[in-house]
Structures are given as C-alpha cells and as structure tokens.
C-alpha cells in the first residue's frame, strides 16, 4: 500500500484540462512543499515533469503545472495531447531523510 | 549529459542476495546523491533510498534490514544490495540522481534493469 493516494486512472479528450490530486498527511504532503511528479509511459523510465509542488523543470512544456492545498497536492495538464497519455506518480519528501509515492494514475487521452 | 545504466544478474534464487550496480556517464558522481527505485510488473514505484558521493546514505524504514549500498567514485558506479530476497522482490529497478537544484527530486533516471527472483 503506498503512503500517498492517488486516483487509479483520469481520462480527458484533446485540448481538455485534467487534474490528478495525490493525498497524504501532514507528515509529507502536508508538512513540506518538496511534492514531484513523475511521468512515465509503458516500457520506459519515470520522467520528472514537476518539483517542489510548483516548479517546471527545464523542457518541460507549460501545460503541465502543479499546485497544493493541506494535504492534497495535483497535477493539472492543460490542453490534453496524446502524448500525454502516460501513468503519472507523486513523491513527496516524508521528514527524517525519507520519501514516499504515490501508487500511479492511469491518464487516458480519449 | 549525463547517463546512467543499471547492470546486474537477471535472475536470482529465493534467500539469495541481489546486487545491482549503476554506471554513470557524462558526468562525475561526486556533489550528488544517487538512488534506487523498483517497480515490480504492473505496479508503482517504491523507493530504495540514497547514497552521496561521500558514502553517506539514507534508506526506506520499510527496506532499511535488507538494504545496503555503496559507492565507487573511481569506477563513477553506485551499488545497490538486497539480501534474503523472495518472489515479491521480481521487479524492474532504477537508479536515479538527486537533483541539486531541487529538494529531493530525482531529475535523472536510468533505463532500468529487470530482476526475477526465481528457483
């Protein structure tokens, strides 16, 4: 069982918006601002799309952004592009040198 | 850029011990933390823990008794070790850095290397 919730899938069409949230507690999420997200699509590595809750690493297109609020932290993708279809992971920094995931969503571009 | 390429057996019997090592390239492994990270078929990602270039390391409570790694700044390689594993241990594992820009994010990841744990 993963320390952190996240819904199993999301689904959205092109050019729509989705939100993935990743809930945890006040001992990770809600303690610190240090929640990443990953990307990952079938057969490859995770790829990193979001740090520190809000920050767009280098390459990473606009339309991913994420945010937080107490416990839950999300992901949103603006303008849903096919290539966006990937399984999408949350970590967050859990104190005392330690991290957590969350156990994935499914993104689906119908 | 800097690469990285996990190497290691394939297969291993049950109570056995897996030993893993990570190749980087393009870069030097000095100044930055390096991890792992598993995921068995079809499921998400657990994370192993983190090793600095100085040997200083910082395991997953849940993993910490089986876990060791280590680090060989003259090879550019960092090591990961599981002992007594089992079945549920069948998983695809990576290594990754730890960016410095970012708090405990991992900004760079290896393709991964798939392990069976089998008889």
């Known amino acids: 069982q993963s320390a952190l919730t996240q819904p199993p899938s999301a689904s959205g069409s092109p050019g729509q918006s989705v939100t993935i949230s990743c809930t945890g507690s006040?001992?990770?999420?809600?303690?610190?601002?240090?929640v990443s997200w990953y990307q990952q699509h079938p057969g490859k590595a995770p790829k990193l799309i979001i740090s520190?809750?809000?920050k767009r690493p280098s390459g990473v297109p606009h339309r991913f952004s994420g945010s937080k609020s107490g416990n839950t932290a999300s992901l949103t993708v603006s303008g849903l592009q096919a290539e966006d279809e990937a399984d999408y992971y949350c970590t967050s920094y859990a104190g005392s040198n330690n991290l957590v995931f969350g156990g994935g969503t499914k993104l689906t571009v119908l | 850029q800097v690469q990285l390429q996990e190497s290691g057996p394939g297969l291993v019997k049950p109570s056995e011990t897996l030993s893993l090592t990570c190749s980087v390239s393009g870069g030097y492994i000095s100044t930055y933390y390096w991890g792992w990270i598993r995921q068995p078929a079809g499921k998400g990602l657990q994370w192993f823990g983190r090793i600095y270039a100085s040997g200083s390391t910082n395991y997953n409570p849940s993993l910490k008794s089986r876990v060791t790694m280590s680090v060989d700044t003259s090879k550019n390689q960092v090591s990961l070790t599981l002992n007594s594993v089992t079945a549920a241990d069948t998983a695809v594992y990576y290594c990754?850095?730890?960016?410095?820009?970012?708090?405990?994010?991992?900004?760079?990841w290896g393709q991964g290397t798939t392990v069976t744990v089998s008889s």
């Open positions: 006040s001992a990770d999420v809600g303690g610190y601002d240090y």
């Open positions: 520190e809750v809000n």
């Open positions: 990754a850095r730890f960016s410095r820009d970012y708090y405990f994010t991992m900004d760079v």
